[in-house]
């Protein structure tokens, strides 16, 4: 069996680039590529971490059946997902009763944690080099996902930010070369992360869809 390919900083951050269409739709095939890519970073950082990306992973994955199941036509953007989930009266507004998730849903959650990690890549970006990873993390982390979370799973959360290596390390392990060349290319590449975050929110405000159960 093949070895998983390395983390590249640049592969996960072009698929993010390559999301937003001229018309200013979000594309759910690199969307979801990005997400990947994320994932598997997150599984080099050590199994303290698992309990998150098992969880990031479901959602993946359930994306992916969506977008190669019956009605792929209709999850090719964020924006056809919407129209199409709600038209059809799939999306649960107050309560989730046992039906399957919604590509809504579960595009919310996943887009909570995208706003988090626009936070965590900018503290990254403009720390110092003595600044620790686990502080930008936590304060990252309280200032987006926390507020969706339950004590038991912060608590959770905040203890594995624990783990995570020096700033310095950190960079490093993005496989684009020196921790200089590492913040050079998450400058070039925050923009479309707030891009792809900004044009989100604003289609799931505009339908209401910023509280889903
Ligand atoms: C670097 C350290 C990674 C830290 C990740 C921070 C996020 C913490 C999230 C804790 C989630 C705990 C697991 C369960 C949560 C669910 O209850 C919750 C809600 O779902 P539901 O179905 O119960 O309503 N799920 C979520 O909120 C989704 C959480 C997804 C987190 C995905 C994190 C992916 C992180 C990737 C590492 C990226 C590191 C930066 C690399 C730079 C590359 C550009």
């Known amino acids: 069996m093949a070895a998983p390919a390395a983390f590249s900083l640049r592969e996960v951050l072009s698929a993010f680039e390559a999301c937003v269409t001229e018309q200013r739709e979000v594309l ?6 990005g997400w990947r890519g994320l994932i598997r970073f997150l599984h080099s950082l050590g199994a303290v971490f ?6 990031a992973e479901a959602k993946v994955q359930l994306m992916e059946g969506l977008c190669c199941g019956e009605h792929r ?7 056809s997902m919407v129209r199409y ?3 059809s009266g799939l999306v649960e507004l107050h ?4 039906r399957p ?18 936070l965590f890549l900018e503290g990254l970006r403009t720390g110092g080099e003595h600044s620790r990873t686990s502080a930008i993390c936590t304060d990252s982390y309280n200032a987006s996902l926390a507020a969706f ?11 594995a930010f624990c783990a995570l290596p020096s700033r310095d390390a950190f960079l490093r392990t993005m496989n684009v070369g020196s921790a200089e060349d590492a913040v050079a290319v998450l400058g070039e590449a925050l923009p479309h992360i ?3 975050y900004s044009i989100t929110q604003e289609l799931f405000a505009q339908h209401r869809l910023l509280d889903l159960p």
Not at 73 to 79: D, I, K, T
Not at 101 to 117: E, F, I, N, Q, Y
């Open 50 to 55: 698992s309990f998150i990306s098992k969880d």
């Open 85 to 87: 989930e709600l038209d």
């Open 28 to 33: 759910l095939g690199p969307y979801l590529c």
């Open 194 to 196: 707030s891009d792809v």
């Open 95 to 98: 309560r989730r009763s046992g």
């Open 149 to 159: 979370h339950p004590w038991v799973i912060r608590k959770a959360a905040t203890m």
């Open 73 to 79: 036509e209709r999850y090719v953007s964020l924006q």
């Open 101 to 118: 998730d919604s590509g809504c849903r579960t595009v919310l959650r996943l887009h909570r944690a995208l706003r988090w990690l626009q």
